[in-house]
């Protein structure tokens, strides 16, 4: 399968810069490229070993001509500004290549824009001659795509040289390297109308919190105005660039750079044409605000002035790696003496809502944190709604844990037919530091936020296991019951808010980390991937059918998936991808025997062209509809089946009631049963056919699935084949009677395997306990993404030890949901981290898991500011008042003899005396009693205290008994 198109000028300038290399390896390196541009190859990826001497030659030529590409890029960016290099930049490669257009996607050429913002020294500047200038901005361009390739080959190659020869081997370090790649802007990291959407919701949610958020309307007017300008100024120096420059014209419609060899020198009329168009890509702020609406132009003018770039902000990497901060990330908008210019439009076209993640990171944002991860949940429950419309759906369900006074939530779940799909939404960013490919800071951010969710999840899903069945109570008071013997297996769904790229498909990389357990296989998506899955997948069998699909890719951790987009994309366009590879298993079964073969494990790459063939089109037409204000209702999304294969699945799921059965027909391509001439099976003869991995049995009417079963030709089949379906031939036409998985199937045996097991929780023997120790421990430093929660905290005005201990214990909502008139920040911290800590180690319990309500919390500062308890007792309370939630806790603080001095001992003195009065004992009587007599009387009154009031405090009690007995009747009161 192919290469994207958009990834062809890269592979093509990989081979141009590898090709004109003298080492050996680099003409291979070179070779393998122009194979992965059409096609990949047939067999595993991995051949006989290089030598090493080979791999070190490689590795010395590569570092050469990185410095002297560094050397030449610092000398050309002294000849032009940065301003000039983007919108150079913006005129090349701003078209889509394939949709032959001008869009708002990320440009061709975004890493190199921003990694020349990374080093360019000033924004804008009158240096040097027009000419000059625009080869300068041009050759700048061109030495940091040259840059680029020399780094990522010489990272591979010093891995290679490091790494045994095995696939383990060159995984180490992957995640970095993977991170260090993935994090700048190379693609839209959202579908757009996706994106917007809940940027939208969000922006909504936090206002009505009383915060000011920058309106996103005026997003789409200005995109509008910016693109329409730029098509007309593209479009025309691409015309004109023909008649100009002909060899240039060529290079620039194929999005290459490198097949010029050497330094460029532009013709005069070249660059003339050139610095004429550039200037032309900057925007005065009338022509930005043409039709727009004077409400909108407000609004037009915040965002601008939010996302301006500060020139103090370039140049920082001085060293030129290849692991940059962009500036332009997070301030787009370039400010000139003729206008603005907005460097990468895709930021607000496909990464808004990471660009707003970057404005609140600034401020004070604890609304927004709250906000975001409140969308985050709903939206995820309501996404599953509009799937499951006929399934059981709790949002934010609560249970009690193993010990006295754990209640645990879950964010949500969905019970349909024999399934269910645990929701555990994480709203946290992977931190800066982590997206720079800081090994040590991704491994703690992903354990916060990938790990921690599939903590909560498998928590849940081992206690149903274990206890047979578990009571959910939603927050409305609905109530669920989770039944194992209803409940076949559970899927484990945990939507994001960050887009963590092809990382989520490497799950191999987290197995080893620790941040997930080995064999576990969640679906782990950002929360607009899910929105695309619920809009492509929109039938409950559709979408248990691509869950199970995906299950058994990335259960083999030598097939190379690039990211979910591309599974999706395989799914929807009909492949059959273990066929394929089991096709070609079998066709290089000879090469994997030689000795160079043996102790390694072959590695097969899955194409990266599905999503662009099979979901980009209608994904481009239903925004642009949308954007547009015209109804997309009738615009069908891409399917895996028609719609008279998606029926009779339907039909044979509601006669049948076997969703396994039912998700193998819907996961298998569409098979030649439907030929003109069906086969003519006879009684006890059923007619075999194999197709790749599936066989297909049809049988005769009369005869019984479970008779062909058990038929020799079939058993055998069952031995050998991933697939087998059962079809019945009535009346010339192929009917569906069963599915189910061979012994080639990566599950094959699920039904004798445990719950847990079936639901691809992996091997938690030793990951559980460990996870769960390191999950709550105050000894851990923080992660950086808890450092930032920490830093936001401090600027709301918390203190620095309060801060690290709400963020070290992920109690940064709950510490908010406590916050009111009454109660300030600091107290609620304090609050928490004391007294309710407290509690929680008492109870062995995690604070976040202890059900303590903020109100039951509430309730009780408000008894400390009346006076009617001392503040110390709060720990106490609260522990009697998990044994009694429904009991009013000043009647619990009464009972238990909590109350403050004066109001304690009186309710005492009147339980005493009601306690005598039932005895029938008068006390004046009592001094006329014998000593033995006397103390019998005190044991018969505590005795029936202590019996009928269980929470007062006996010592108290023995104490106030004394002096109200020694004193007579006329003791009112102890001590009176």
């Given at each position: 399968m192919a290469i994207q198109a958009q990834d062809l000028p890269y592979s093509q300038d990989a081979q141009a810069v590898l090709g004109r290399m003298k080492s050996p390896q680099a003409k291979v390196s070179a070779g393998s490229l122009r194979n992965y541009a059409f096609e990949a190859p047939d067999g595993p990826i991995r051949g006989e070993n290089p030598p090493a001497q080979e791999m070190a030659d490689f590795v010395a030529e590569l570092g050469s001509l990185l410095n002297s590409t560094t050397r030449d890029l610092r000398q050309e960016l002294e000849a032009t500004t940065l301003l000039d290099c983007l919108t150079v930049g913006i005129l090349l490669g701003q078209d889509d290549?394939?949709?032959?257009?001008?869009?708002?996607?990320?440009?061709?050429?975004?890493?190199?824009?921003?990694?020349?913002?990374?080093?360019?020294?000033?924004?804008?500047?009158?240096?040097?001659?027009?000419?000059?200038?625009?080869?300068?901005?041009?050759?700048?361009?061109?030495?940091?795509?040259?840059?680029?390739?020399?780094?990522?080959?010489?990272?591979?190659?010093?891995?290679?040289?490091?790494?045994?020869?095995?696939?383990?081997?060159?995984?180490?370090?992957?995640?970095?390297?993977?991170?260090?790649?993935?994090?700048?802007?190379?693609?839209?990291?959202?579908?757009?109308?996706?994106?917007?959407?809940?940027?939208?919701?969000?922006?909504?949610?936090?206002?009505?919190?009383?915060?000011?958020?920058?309106?996103?309307?005026?997003?789409?007017?200005?995109?509008?105005?910016?693109?329409?300008?730029?098509?007309?100024?593209?479009?025309?120096?691409?015309?004109?660039?023909?008649?100009?420059?002909?060899?240039?014209?060529?290079?620039?419609?194929?999005?290459?750079?490198?097949?010029?060899?050497?330094?460029?020198?532009?013709?005069?009329?070249?660059?003339?044409?050139?610095?004429?168009?550039?200037?032309?890509?900057?925007?005065?702020?009338e022509d930005l605000l043409a039709g727009v609406s004077p409400l909108d132009a407000g609004k037009l003018s915040e965002w601008l002035d939010l996302l301006t770039l500060d020139s103090a902000n370039i140049g920082k990497n001085v060293d030129a790696g290849d692991v940059f901060d962009s500036p332009l990330t997070a301030a787009p908008v370039i400010a000139t003496r003729r206008g603005y210019l907005i460097s990468l439009v895709h930021i607000f076209s496909t990464e808004l809502s990471r660009l707003l993640e970057r404005i609140f990171a600034r401020a004070p944002g604890l609304h927004y944190y709250r906000a975001r991860g409140e969308e985050l949940e709903e939206s995820a429950v309501a996404l599953l709604r509009t799937v499951f419309?006929?399934?059981?759906?709790?949002?934010?369900?609560?249970?009690?844990?193993?010990?006295?006074?754990?209640?645990?939530?879950?964010?949500?779940?969905?019970?349909?037919?024999?399934?269910?799909?645990?929701?555990?939404?994480?709203?946290?960013?992977?931190?800066?530091?982590?997206?720079?490919?800081?090994?040590?800071?991704?491994?703690?951010?992903?354990?916060?936020?990938?790990?921690?969710?599939?903590?909560?999840?498998?928590?849940?899903?081992?206690?149903?296991?274990?206890?047979?069945?578990?009571?959910?109570?939603?927050?409305?008071?609905?109530?669920?019951?989770?039944?194992?013997?209803?409940?076949?297996?559970?899927?484990?769904?945990?939507?994001?808010?960050?887009?963590?790229?092809?990382?989520?498909?490497?799950?191999?990389?987290?197995?080893?980390?620790?941040?997930?357990?080995?064999?576990?296989?969640?679906?782990?998506?950002?929360?607009?991937?899910?929105?695309?899955?619920?809009?492509?997948?929109?039938?409950?069998?559709?979408?248990?059918?691509?869950?199970?699909?995906?299950?058994?890719?990335?259960?083999?951790?030598?097939?190379?998936?690039?990211?979910?987009?591309?599974?999706?994309?395989?799914?929807?366009?009909?492949?059959?991808?273990?066929?394929?590879?089991?096709?070609?298993?079998?066709?290089?079964?000879?090469?994997?025997?030689?000795?160079?073969?043996?102790?390694?494990?072959?590695?097969?790459?899955?194409?990266?062209?599905?999503?662009?063939?099979?979901?980009?089109?209608?994904?481009?037409?239903?925004?642009?509809?949308?954007?547009?204000?015209?109804?997309?209702?009738?615009?069908?999304?891409?399917?895996?089946?028609?719609?008279?294969?998606?029926?009779?699945?339907?039909?044979?799921?509601?006669?049948?009631?076997?969703?396994?059965?039912?998700?193998i027909l819907m996961q298998l391509p569409d098979l030649p049963w439907r030929a003109e001439t069906p086969p003519r099976p006879r009684r006890g003869y059923p007619a075999i056919a194999v197709l790749a991995d599936t066989c297909l049995v049809g049988f005769a009417v009369g005869d019984k699935v479970a008779q062909v079963r058990r038929l020799p030709r079939v058993s055998l089949a069952r031995t050998r084949m991933r697939h087998i379906v059962y079809l019945q031939v009535k009346d010339g036409q192929l009917h569906f009677r069963h599915a189910e998985a061979g012994r080639e199937h990566p599950f094959f045996g699920d039904a004798n395997k445990q719950f847990t097991d079936r639901s691809r929780l992996g091997d938690q023997s030793m990951w559980f306990p460990d996870f769960a120790r390191r999950r709550h421990g105050s000894h851990r430093a923080l992660t950086d993404v808890q450092a930032e929660e920490r830093d936001t905290l401090i600027r709301a005005g918390l203190p620095h030890s309060l801060a690290a201990g709400v963020s070290r214990l992920g109690l940064v909502n709950r510490v908010l949901d406590l916050v009111d008139d009454d109660i300030s920040l600091s107290q609620a911290a304090d609050t928490y981290l004391t007294y309710v800590r407290n509690v929680a180690d008492a109870a062995g319990v995690a604070v976040t898991d202890l059900s303590v309500t903020p109100e039951l919390i509430k309730e009780s500062l408000r008894l400390v500011r009346r006076s009617e308890i001392d503040r110390g007792v709060i720990p106490e309370l609260l522990r009697i008042a998990i044994h009694e939630p429904d009991s009013s806790l000043e009647l619990l603080a009464q009972n238990a003899g909590l109350l403050a001095a004066t109001t304690n001992d009186v309710i005492i003195m009147a339980s005493i005396e009601s306690a005598l009065k039932n005895l029938g004992i008068a006390s004046e009587e009592f001094e006329l009693l014998t000593s033995k007599q006397q103390k019998k009387v005190r044991n018969r009154v505590l005795g029936h205290l202590r019996a009928s009031s269980q929470t007062l405090n006996m010592a108290s009690v023995a104490r106030i008994l004394e002096v109200h007995l020694s004193s007579g009747s006329d003791a009112a009161a102890p001590g009176g």
């Open positions: 290549k394939a949709l032959r257009m001008v869009t708002g996607s990320p440009n061709t050429f975004t890493y190199e824009m921003e990694f020349l913002a990374s080093l360019s020294p000033r924004i804008e500047g009158d240096r040097r001659t027009k000419r000059r200038q625009a080869e300068a901005a041009f050759n700048c361009l061109r030495l940091a795509r040259q840059h680029r390739i020399l780094s990522e080959n010489i990272g591979l190659a010093k891995r290679y040289i490091d790494s045994d020869g095995t696939l383990a081997g060159m995984h180490k370090g992957a995640l970095r390297t993977q991170l260090a790649v993935e994090w700048v802007s190379v693609r839209g990291s959202f579908d757009t109308r996706y994106d917007w959407a809940y940027s939208r919701r969000l922006a909504d949610r936090i206002t009505k919190r009383g915060v000011h958020h920058p309106s996103i309307d005026a997003i789409p007017a200005l995109l509008h105005n910016v693109m329409h300008q730029w098509a007309r100024v593209i479009n025309r120096f691409q015309s004109e660039l023909a008649d100009v420059d002909g060899q240039l014209y060529l290079t620039v419609r194929q999005h290459t750079l490198l097949d010029l060899p050497g330094h460029v020198r532009l013709k005069r009329r070249t660059s003339s044409l050139l610095m004429k168009c550039c200037q032309r890509l900057i925007i005065g702020f419309s006929d399934s059981t759906i709790m949002h934010s369900g609560k249970y009690p844990g193993d010990r006295p006074g754990e209640l645990i939530e879950v964010d949500g779940i969905v019970l349909w037919h024999d399934v269910a799909i645990v929701i555990e939404g994480k709203g946290g960013y992977l931190s800066a530091r982590s997206r720079r490919g800081d090994e040590a800071s991704a491994i703690g951010d992903y354990r916060d936020t990938v790990g921690d969710g599939f903590f909560q999840a498998s928590r849940l899903l081992q206690k149903l296991e274990r206890d047979g069945n578990v009571d959910l109570t939603g927050k409305s008071g609905g109530k669920i019951t989770l039944d194992c013997r209803a409940i076949r297996r559970a899927y484990v769904l945990i939507p994001t808010a960050d887009q963590f790229g092809g990382i989520l498909t490497s799950l191999d990389l987290f197995w080893r980390a620790e941040i997930l357990p080995p064999g576990s296989i969640p679906l782990i998506v950002s929360i607009q991937e899910l929105n695309l899955m619920a809009d492509i997948l929109c039938t409950p069998l559709e979408f248990i059918a691509y869950l199970d699909y995906r299950e058994q890719i990335l259960a083999n951790p030598a097939i190379h998936v690039a990211d979910e987009g591309e599974l999706l994309g395989n799914f929807v366009g009909g492949n059959d991808v273990l066929a394929e590879i089991h096709a070609k298993v079998g066709s290089f079964s000879y090469e994997q025997s030689r000795p160079e073969w043996r102790n390694r494990q072959a590695a097969y790459f899955i194409g990266t062209d599905a999503q662009q063939t099979y979901l980009n089109p209608w994904i481009i037409r239903s925004t642009q509809m949308e954007l547009a204000g015209v109804d997309t209702t009738g615009l069908e999304p891409p399917r895996r089946h028609g719609a008279a294969h998606r029926a009779e699945v339907e039909r044979h799921f509601v006669v049948h009631k076997d969703l396994p059965a039912a998700s």
